[in-house]
Each structure stands twice: as structure tokens, then as C-alpha cells.
């Protein structure tokens, strides 16, 4: 499968985006989903996954609640609403995925920057 990630840009503090990943290639039901994301001079973390089967949706701490994951399988494109956000959700944002659960997908996009600043 192969991911493209759109949707980044510039936000003011408590502003909101929504993020899109296009996927292309292998049924894209067939695969569970998640969003990374990497700050400058940080290690990148986990930021949400929905289950390709039955949609149940995780999200880390630091997201919960502002953040919600979705898709589309017939339009093969994986969401990311961001609520609320703040200058620490500053970062480059990588849709993946894989056939099972795991903490390291198989399948990378190659990333779309989100900047929050006033």
C-alpha cells in the first residue's frame, strides 16, 4: 500500500486542522491504521490507530480528547481531526499501516508539517 499525507499548515493555539492520508494500492480495509507524528529533535510517538476490522479507535494521552481518527474505506483515505491544539502538537505528522497491530507499521506516507504558533 502505498500512503500520501496532506492537510498540514500554520494554526494558531486552539485552532483546529484535519489531516488526510490517500492510499493506493492493497484494499485498504484490509489494513489498521495509525498517526505518528515527530517534533524537532524528538523521537517520533504514536498518536492514534482505528482497527481495520471493527474501527475501535486508540489514542495516546497526549492527544485524547482533542484528537479523533477516522476513515473512509471506499474513498481509501484515513482522517486526522485535530482539535484544541496547541504549540506542542508542533510536529511533522506520518500516516502508516499494517496488517496486524504493531508499534512499528510497515507502511510509511511521507509526513505533513503542522505548525502551531501565534
Known amino acids: 500500500v502505498q500512503l500520501q499525507a496532506s492537510g498540514g499548515g500554520l494554526v494558531q493555539p486552539g485552532g483546529s486542522l484535519r489531516l488526510s492520508c490517500a492510499a493506493s494500492g492493497r484494499t485498504f480495509s484490509e489494513y489498521t491504521m495509525y498517526w505518528f507524528r515527530q517534533a524537532p529533535g524528538k523521537e517520533r510517538e504514536f498518536v492514534a490507530a482505528?482497527?481495520?476490522?471493527?474501527?475501535?479507535?486508540y489514542y495516546s494521552d497526549s492527544v485524547k480528547g482533542r484528537f479523533t481518527i477516522s476513515r473512509d474505506n471506499a474513498k481509501n483515505t484515513l482522517y486526522l481531526q485535530m482539535n484544541s491544539l496547541n504549540p506542542e502538537d508542533t510536529a511533522v505528522y506520518y500516516c502508516a499501516a499494517d496488517l496486524k497491530a504493531t508499534d512499528n507499521p510497515a507502511h510509511w506516507g511521507q509526513g505533513t508539517q503542522v505548525t502551531v504558533s501565534s
Open positions: 482505528i482497527i481495520r476490522n471493527d474501527g475501535r479507535t
